[in-house]
């Protein structure tokens, strides 16, 4: 079983910047696993934010975060570099890590193990 702990989250005002980070405390299990960053607001679906794939060489961002937000990988821990905060980009931001090896998707159902969540709350 991977645990994963996200750390970073707080308010801030819009234009502001913030640094998530999550580390998993099974690092040969995450050897082999895409990470990624979701994010879910009140009332909305979770969305895909970043993800990187299990050697760290291949990331995707969301088109809406695409400029603001840089992911970064080193083997067991996934950190994400948000800025220019908007206010839309509040959410509760939940690292994950996939569930099949050697396999990068950014659909979060593919992913199996989640962390507990920091939130992100940017004011305008």
């Known amino acids: 079983q991977v645990h994963l702990v996200e750390s970073g989250g707080g308010t801030v005002q819009a234009g502001d910047s913030l640094y998530l980070s999550c580390t998993g405390d099974?690092?040969?299990?995450?050897?082999?696993?895409?990470m990624g960053w979701f994010r879910q607001a009140s009332g909305k679906e979770r969305e895909f934010v970043a993800a990187?794939?299990?050697?760290?060489?291949v990331q995707r961002i969301a088109d809406s975060v695409d400029g603001r937000f840089i992911v970064h990988r080193d083997r067991n821990t996934l950190d994400l570099q948000m800025h220019n905060l908007k206010p839309e980009d509040t959410a509760v931001y939940y690292c994950?890590?996939?569930?099949?090896?050697?396999?990068?998707?950014?659909?979060?159902?593919?992913?199996?193990?989640w962390g507990q969540g920091t939130q992100v709350t940017v004011s305008s």
């Open positions: 990187f794939n299990w050697l760290g060489s």
């Open positions: 099974d690092e040969r299990t995450l050897a082999t696993r895409a």
């Open positions: 994950a890590a996939a569930g099949l090896p050697r396999r990068f998707t950014i659909n979060g159902d593919d992913y199996h193990y």
